[in-house]
């Protein structure tokens, strides 16, 4: 009887060791949107793999570059540097000037590394960008943008910077609704680019218009909403995400005009907008909690982007044309949450989220179901449809209602020409587009490859009418 009691009490404790592992592994619960269903259970894509400590205060930006990860750790005044094992390699307090003058950052709260290796720093409370080396020696310091076209209370405060292949200089500022801040490559000041549109409600509005000065002068100010990061992807075009909350466009893609060119699924023009669900149950009843409010964007070599949400904490990857792959993350206390995120960035296959309120980087790490999902785009994006066929199925084993999946397995199906298999698969993934498109082609085909015998069979059909009618014609003579 003690024999039995004693492997009963070990069961039960191996039992709650695994569960709480793997409860420890996934603190949050998979999910996804699609037409069809709307918010939908779905796999994980992505599980927090470890957590770095690597004694900051209040970092508020970092970077990748050749597997270097470099944070602007603002409560510190300084520059973290870490290698690819998130090992201290070092850190950039000060530079010399060139008066030969030990100079301190103050509160620099972004930066930008270029492929040399020259370090951009937003110098946020010093109202400047500074220009190191790889070895932290000064190359240059750009100041305060000069123009006539700024205003007398222009003032100037850098929080994000970014820098192209062609040397030119982009730089976000804190209240600065212009747009983002062009420099040249010679850090002169060149232009405000990407302006957003004035937001406001219209009622208002009209309220304004009825006003006394008094009261307008106690409204608030219709101002254009101001960007709040950037990245740059591979061909030069600009990513930046906006702070306004309920925003039609929170993530846009600038091209060097300034101009949103994000792509959108075939047949669509909306926006990714992050959650669209805002009512949630809980213990204290219904809540509504707004909109998703984008802080950070990262993309990556297939073109793919994922966005930081800092509304609820959670991270939504994107294809290059804007459809949603999947969602992952959430606030909390334990492993693998978030307090207060401020950055994401690609690192290979894994994705790393910089949380202020923790002072960490957590390594989120794609599952299997994960993994399968970005083979299938890269395949996709590189023109192997055997490959994406492959892992588009492969997805379906693991979730069934993924529509993309049917729709991305139709593509390959569609390019390779198969337009009647296609056609099947864009009905499951309930995408018209794509389906009217394979549909037309169809048509097209089968009217190629049998129209001779549709004519012949026509030709026969009136020959027969033809020879019938005289027939009958011979027939009622003879009757007569």
Known sequence: MRRKLAVALITIFLFSAIGSTIYASAPYRGYTYTEQWGGTASPNAYLPLKVIYPGLDSPSDFM???????????????????DSSFEFVREIYSYINEDGQEMTFSSPEGLFVNTDHDIYIADTENNQIVVLNTNGELIR??????????????????????VSRAGRIYVIGRGIFHGIIEFDPDGNFSRFMGTNRVSFN?????????????????MAVFLPTSFNSLEIDDIG?????????????PVQRLNPGGIDVIRFPQGTTIHPVGDLSFVSMG?????????????????????MYAVLDSKRGRVFVYSADSQLLYIFGKYGIQEGTFRVPIGISWFGEDILVLDRGNNSITVFTPTEYGNFINNAIKNHIIGNDDLTTYYWNRVLQLNTNYALAHVGIGRSLYRQGYYREAMEYFMRGNNRFYYSRAFANFRREFLRDNLGYVLTGIVILCVGLVALNIRKRAKHGIAE
Do not use: C, H, K, M
Request: charged share 25%; proline share 4%.
């Open 202 to 218: 219209p009622l208002d509005y009209l309220w304004r218009r009825f006003a006394t000065e008094e009261q307008r002068r106690r």
């Open 237 to 249: 075009f600009i990513f930046t995400t906006v702070t306004e909350e309920g925003s039609d466009n």
């Open 141 to 162: 310091i750009i100041g305060e943008p000069r123009s006539d076209i700024l205003p007398a209370d222009f003032r100037y405060f850098p929080t994000r910077v970014a």
């Open 283 to 303: 213990a204290q009843g219904v809540t509504f909690s707004g909109t998703s409010i984008f802080v950070d964007v990262t993309v990556n070599e297939y073109g």
């Open 64 to 82: 990748i570059r050749n597997d270097y990860i470099y944070i602007a750790d603002t409560g510190n005044n300084r520059i973290v540097v870490l």
